[in-house]
């Protein structure tokens, strides 16, 4: 039985994790924090930290390593990277192309330099001139995700403010163009440099804005979808692109998209589970085909959308003990995937930035009176703790 490695073991990582093994591959996880629940899944598990290549090229050693994935995490997907064009094992970008599209500065350098849709920016030093900025103003770290770091500002208080934060969080960090418009996510996966299979979806926030938390299937017109494939092949030619997924967030704006985060690892919080759900086609198979043999075969042959399936990350709006969830009677019949981050009687200290569970509500169409009011349709039943901060 071949085997894979993942640079990582977290929950966001079990859709590969499972793709693998349906594919015949014992899955070696790597991953040194406690709360990393995808190791319950895989076939091994070291809990080693991944930033550590020497101790994981020990272990490719020591149990004969086929092929390396990355985790969803930005780390994970250099190291891997950075492993499989030393070990020349596996279907990667080049080391350099890596860095480029994981670099949120470089990346918009690029894209402003070929014409690729993308908010305007500029590096941050010590020589940027700021009393030219135009408020409102975004503040970001060029090597963070899951929103770390990022701030809309509205006057040089807050940037100052915004900027020392950021500063704790990287040593390199630029101020882009605020556009408001409607966040969408848009998944793609690229055959010979060209778009072979596309997914939109909306993202939506909770308290936290910066925090995806509620996902779902949504239209893009005409010229918005015509405008993103034209640059994603763009940029696909020129920098040589192998097959593969392209996953990116992107603010739709009067009628244009503006590019303004990409990667190529898997989505977080079980994002692939909604592509497959909705469209019914084996996304994370492909990925990891992709990532191995570098073709991608049958699974985008036979896509058929009968329904609508939402993508919902459970979080609290307080601190406190955690209990259970509440269901709303009209939902849970139409729960069809439940996955749980926390047990009964974890102490949450920091409700922002907490997620007790991710699940997917299957609706027979489009519904607004859930999406505008699934916080209060779901969520945590919380007790209020001295224990809590």
Known sequence: ?????????????IPLIKASQNLGFY??????KDYYLGHRYSDKAYKINFNDLS????IIIKE??????????????????TLSNELKIGNFDSLEVAKLIHNKWRFKEFCLKHNISTPKGFFYDKNAKLDILKFPIVVKPTNLSGGRGVEVVSSFKDLTKALE?????????????FIDGKLIAYSIFIENQKVKYEFFAE???????YLISTAYPTDVSAAVKNRLKSDLEKLASELKLVNGMFHLQV???????????????IPGDLFPYLIQFNDNVDYSKAVVNAYTIGNITDEFQDI?????????????NKNGVYQDLYFDPMLKDKIINRFDLVKEGYIIEDFLHTQVSIVFIKLEKHDNMVLNNINELIFPIIKESLDAK
Do not use: Q, W
Request: charged share 30%; proline share 3%.
């Open 1 to 13: 039985m071949k085997k894979i490695l993942i640079l990582g073991g977290s929950h966001r990582d």
């Open 27 to 32: 899955v070696i996880t790597l991953g040194n």
């Open 55 to 58: 101790e994981v090229r020990r």
């Open 64 to 81: 004969k390593v086929n092929f390396l994935l990355p985790g969803c995490g930005e780390e994970s997907y250099l190291n891997t990277v």
């Open 165 to 177: 934060e950021a500063k704790s969080l990287s040593n390199e960090i630029f101020l882009e163009e």
């Open 203 to 209: 993202d939506k926030v909770y308290l936290n804005k």
């Open 251 to 265: 603010l739709i704006k009067d009628n244009i998209p503006y590019i303004i985060d990409v990667t190529r690892r």
């Open 304 to 316: 058929k959308r009968d329904s609508f399936v939402i993508r919902h990350c459970v979080m609290p």
